[in-house]
Nanobody, 121 residues
Framework: QVQLVESGGGLVQAGGSLRLSCAAS??????VGWFRQAPGKEREFVAA???????RYADSVKGRFSISRDNAKNTVYLQMNTLKPEDTAVYYC?????????????????WGQGTQVTVSS
């Protein structure tokens, strides 16, 4: 019954920006992460944030994406700047109740339905 809902995806030109939101139905999550999956590829880690605001980023997005968390609103944001065509994917929000240093999909217990991000060249 735990629910995560992503929003904010869409079509954007290369170099543009989007902000994704992940709204959670509970407030006990410690880590919330963003993953993405392109057709024919595995779901890959993008960014994560813990309850205290500590962040982690994949090398491919470091310096371009920024994750933040509003605990009062049970919402995590992913600000995506300087978007590239290779960022095109379905972006998923995942959450876990415990802390982790491993950011693989199997480490996250709850998932949203995904939101499509398409970056045109």
């Amino acid at each position: 019954q735990v629910q995560l809902v992503e929003s904010g995806g869409g079509l954007v030109q290369a170099g543009g920006s989007l902000r994704l939101s992940c709204a959670a139905s509970r407030r006990t999550f410690y880590d919330v992460g963003w993953f993405r999956q392109a057709p024919g590829k595995e779901r890959e880690f993008v960014a994560a944030i813990n309850f205290g605001g500590g962040t982690r980023y994949a090398d491919s997005v470091k310096g371009r994406f920024s994750i933040s968390r509003d605990n009062a609103k049970n919402t995590v944001y992913l600000q995506m700047n300087t978007l590239k065509p290779e960022d095109t994917a379905v972006y998923y929000c995942g959450a876990r109740t415990g802390s982790t240093t491993a950011d693989t999909p199997s480490m996250y217990s709850y998932w949203g339905q995904g939101t499509q991000v398409t970056v045109s060249s």
